[in-house]
């Protein structure tokens, strides 16, 4: 079965550069969110999109922006980049159900490294 | 903020024993998400718990969604050596946006030396 989709699988970035990520959703979700975890951390959320209209906004920084496109794939825009931005993003996808959303399944994330 | 308490954080398991453990929180949900983590993979999710009360396997493993909606436990029966890992819960609030998932901060399961 088709899995959540990211790219890249990892990403090095210099210092004030900036990163853009994608996310594929599963075929026929509507929903993508953005997760951010750090080494040894609980994933943290960031941002949910649901129908390409942001849905819920967590601990996201001003310099991060993310969008849903008509085909429902995801980008999490990073700029001016920081050492602590270093971290594993994950993305996740569900299918809205009258209102409410199923289980969330996550692809295998992007790993940043800052330097 | 909400914030979900996972416990135990972290424990050791010999083959063969049971494991339990258990997320709590001063909030109610809609949804309990139990979810395995192996390092630098995406979280798995291993059972969705959708009705307060609601008692679900999934093999070895066994959830229930607290009757009270404000709690979940995770059972491992039986415990294998692949079962190391980092297994977080996660819940979407009552009344919460669309199904922002709020994690607790994971159960680290490491083989008895």
């Known amino acids: 079965a088709a899995g959540v989709i990211q790219s890249p699988r990892h990403l090095i970035k210099e210092k004030r550069e900036t990163a853009t990520l994608k996310c594929y959703p599963i075929?026929?979700?509507?929903?993508v969110y953005w997760y951010q975890q750090g080494p040894g951390q609980d994933p943290q959320f960031l941002i949910s999109?649901?129908?390409?209209?942001?849905?819920d906004k967590g601990s996201i920084p001003d310099r991060f922006s993310a969008q849903q496109f008509s085909d429902y794939h995801s980008e999490l825009n990073m700029s001016s980049l920081e050492l602590g931005d270093s971290a594993l993003y994950f993305c996740?996808?569900?299918?809205?159900?009258?209102?409410?959303?199923?289980?969330?399944?996550f692809g295998q994330g992007t790993r940043l490294t800052v330097v | 903020g909400q914030q979900l308490n996972q416990s135990p954080q972290s424990m050791f398991i010999q083959e063969g024993e049971d494991v339990s453990m258990n997320c709590t929180s001063s909030?109610?949900?809609?949804?309990w998400l139990w979810y395995k983590q192996d390092p630098g993979e995406g979280p798995v999710l291993l059972i969705a718990?959708?009705?307060?009360?609601e008692l679900t396997s999934n093999g070895r493993l066994t959830a229930q969604f607290g009757i009270t909606r404000k709690d979940s436990f995770l059972n491992i029966s039986a415990s294998i050596p692949s079962d190391v890992g980092i297994y977080f819960c996660?819940?979407?609030?009552?009344?919460?946006?669309?199904?922002?998932?709020?994690f607790g901060k994971g159960t680290k399961l490491s083989v008895k030396p």
């Open positions: 996740a996808s569900s299918k809205n159900h009258g209102g409410m959303n199923t289980e969330a399944f």
């Open positions: 075929p026929r979700h509507d929903t």
């Open positions: 999109f649901y129908e390409k209209m942001q849905s």
């Open positions: 909030s109610i949900f809609n949804t």
């Open positions: 718990l959708y009705k307060a009360g």
């Open positions: 996660a819940g979407q609030l009552k009344g919460g946006s669309q199904g922002n998932l709020i």
